[in-house]
T-cell receptor, first 111, second 113 residues
Framework: GESVGLHLPTLSVQEGDNSIINCAYS??????FIWYKQESGKGPQFIID?????DKRQGQRVTVLLNKTVKHLSLQIAATQPGDSAVYFC??????????FGTGTRLLVSP | EPEVTQTPSHQVTQMGQEVILRCVPI?????FYWYRQILGQKVEFLVS????????KSEIFDDQFSVERPDGSNFTLKIRSTKLEDSAMYFC???????????FGPGTRLLVL
């Protein structure tokens, strides 16, 4: 069956550190992956995406790495700030439109 | 920056009652979606909608659910006879085209008593 899982439910970092959030996926046919950030009481907010023909994509302070060999996705946040505190979800698209979300990792940033 | 909006932000209803959740997708987007998130759980896909038709739905989206685009701006999710287990956050999303980024609204928190 399809599944997208996260390795760690909670990640605690100090302000200024780099954060790495990991995600495993099981469907090798998935061709599009997205990271969303969800703050309390709000909807998922798009952060960055990557297609399966790439292994790395960079945004502002964020980098997504895709390792198709081991079906692993990671989100790196540089110089983590208190405003980055949220739950981070990876999602995969392996059908026409449906996104399959992981369980989420809570990122806690201490000043 | 354009965003998806949803109303109401909170809805409390009695079991067996009908509810309609409303969404205004981003104006130039063509694909619309509903997802739900039971408290503490994953975001789950319910349905996608394009060109006034359902294009994909999950096993959760049974006969008690329906979607409609009643006019040029609104997209609604109706639950005909709510159950306790329908209590969740319901998110609307839209995307410009197929396979493109889906942008989510702030959600409607539905509580069925």
């Amino acid at each position: 069956g399809e599944s997208v899982g996260l390795h760690l439910p909670t990640l605690s970092v100090q302000e200024g550190d780099n954060s790495i959030i990991n995600c495993a996926y099981s469907n090798s046919a998935s061709d599009y992956f997205i990271w969303y950030k969800q703050e309390s009481g709000k909807g998922p907010q798009f952060i960055i995406d990557i297609r399966s023909n790439m292994d790395k994509r960079q945004g502002q302070r964020v980098t997504v790495l895709l390792n198709k060999t081991v079906k692993h996705l990671s989100l790196q946040i540089a110089a983590t700030q208190p405003g980055d505190s949220a739950v981070y979800f990876c999602a995969e698209k392996n059908s026409f439109q449906k996104l399959v979300f992981g369980t989420g990792t809570r990122l806690l940033v201490s000043p | 920056e354009p965003e998806v909006t949803q109303t109401p932000s909170h809805q409390v209803t009695q079991m067996g009652q009908e509810v309609i959740l409303r969404c205004v997708p981003i104006s130039n987007h063509l694909y619309f979606y509903w997802y739900r998130q039971i408290l503490g759980q994953k975001v789950e896909f319910l349905v996608s909608f394009y060109n006034n038709e359902i294009s994909e739905k999950s096993e959760i989206f049974d006969d008690q659910f329906s979607v409609e685009r009643p006019d040029g701006s609104n997209f609604t999710l109706k639950i005909r006879s709510t159950k306790l287990e329908d209590s969740a956050m319901y998110f609307c999303a839209s995307s410009p085209g197929v396979g493109e980024t889906q942008y989510f609204g702030p959600g409607t928190r539905l509580l069925v008593l």
